[in-house]
Nanobody
């Protein structure tokens, strides 16, 4: 069955870095667009970044542009989110998602598969 398993979350001080990983199985990872989203308490799920099927194209939300980097390793069926210069407002549960649209959508409702999420907490 399809699985997306996020890891790498945790508690970090403002200005610090974390690298999230999302290991995929049960589908042809290299044919899927992959996205990262986050959801803070009481807020809607927010688009963060997307990468197309071969890693040749990426797109970021303005709130993270220049601080976060999405990448993928199709040989390992894994997508990553490198997060630098973290701010307290980055605190949220972070989710990876997969969709058959190779370019990768930027809206949550279009995604076919979701992980369970990993908590990121940034202290001030």
């Amino acid at each position: 069955q399809v699985q997306l398993v996020e890891s790498g979350g945790g508690l970090v001080q403002a200005g610090g870095s974390l690298r999230l990983s999302c290991a995929a199985s049960g589908f042809t990872f290299s044919s899927y667009g992959m996205g990262w989203f986050r959801q803070a308490p009481g807020k809607e799920r927010e688009f963060i970044a997307v990468i197309n099927w071969n890693g040749g194209s990426t797109f970021y939300a303005d709130s993270v542009k220049g601080r976060f980097t999405i990448s993928r390793d199709n040989a390992k069926s894994t997508v990553y989110l490198q997060m630098n210069s973290l701010k307290p407002e980055d605190t949220a549960v972070y989710y990876c998602a997969a969709d058959q649209n190779r370019r990768g959508p930027t809206v949550a409702w279009k995604y076919e598969y979701w992980g369970q999420g990993t908590q990121v907490t940034v202290s001030s």
